[in-house]
């Protein structure tokens, strides 16, 4: 009985004291620009940034040199080939990592191929346009946009462009960063095509 009353006023001090103690959590640091502000959420290949940990002397480490190069003390970025790379930075006095980041790199296109440039349909028809991003290594995404639905109708997303009504209309071919980049964004890449599109029964009529 006397070795119970122990146990249970030992348990009782245990739960007295946990509250007062302090649990020391070292959070940590932040990779961000060197200007202070937040990393973008995309890299750019041919781009370069200056990276920081703010308040902190460090050394950064790539995990992926061919895709990313990273100057180990001053934080210089160089993207060379998307994909994901995790960036590393140890405290230079006591070599513990103080800051991770996993970084998204993309290749933005310098021209867009496309198989036609010129083309004359009728009502009702079909055509698809064939694109290419150079280099072909590019990230980007494709998006078509027509400047008259009334005469041509284009996919958004697959370039089929469809005859809706006699006349001249250009079809925009974009090449965008992402989904949510913007049209007019000025680092896309836009290629047009002219369509006309004829009234079949009008051409009979006017052989």
């Not at 284009?154 to 071919?173: A, D, K, Q």
């Amino acid at each position: 009985m006397k070795l119970l009353k122990k146990f249970l006023l030992l348990f009782i001090m245990i739960i007295c004291i946990l509250p007062m103690v302090s649990i020391r959590v070292t959070a940590m640091s932040e990779i961000v620009l060197e200007n202070g502000t937040k990393l973008p959420d995309y890299f750019f290949v041919g781009e370069i940034y200056d990276l920081k940990v703010s308040g902190k002397t460090v050394n950064f480490r790539s995990s992926y040199p061919e895709k990313a190069k990273i100057e180990e003390e001053s934080g210089e970025l160089t993207p060379l080939k998307p994909g994901s790379v995790k960036i590393t930075a140890t405290a230079r006095s006591s070599g513990k990592v103080v800051a991770t980041k996993v970084i998204t790199i993309l290749e933005r296109a310098k021209s867009i191929s496309t198989n036609i440039s010129d083309i004359t349909i009728f009502i009702g028809d079909a055509v698809t346009i064939k694109t290419e991003l150079i280099p072909s290594t590019s990230t980007d995404i494709l998006r078509y946009k027509s400047d008259d639905n009334t005469i041509a109708t284009v996919s958004l997303t697959s370039g089929v462009i469809t005859g809706i009504g006699p006349g001249t209309t250009t079809i925009n071919v974009y090449s965008k960063a992402t989904s949510t980049t913007s049209n007019v964004d000025p680092d896309n890449v836009c290629s047009s095509i002219k369509v006309t599109v004829l009234d079949p029964e009008e051409d009979i009529d006017n052989p």
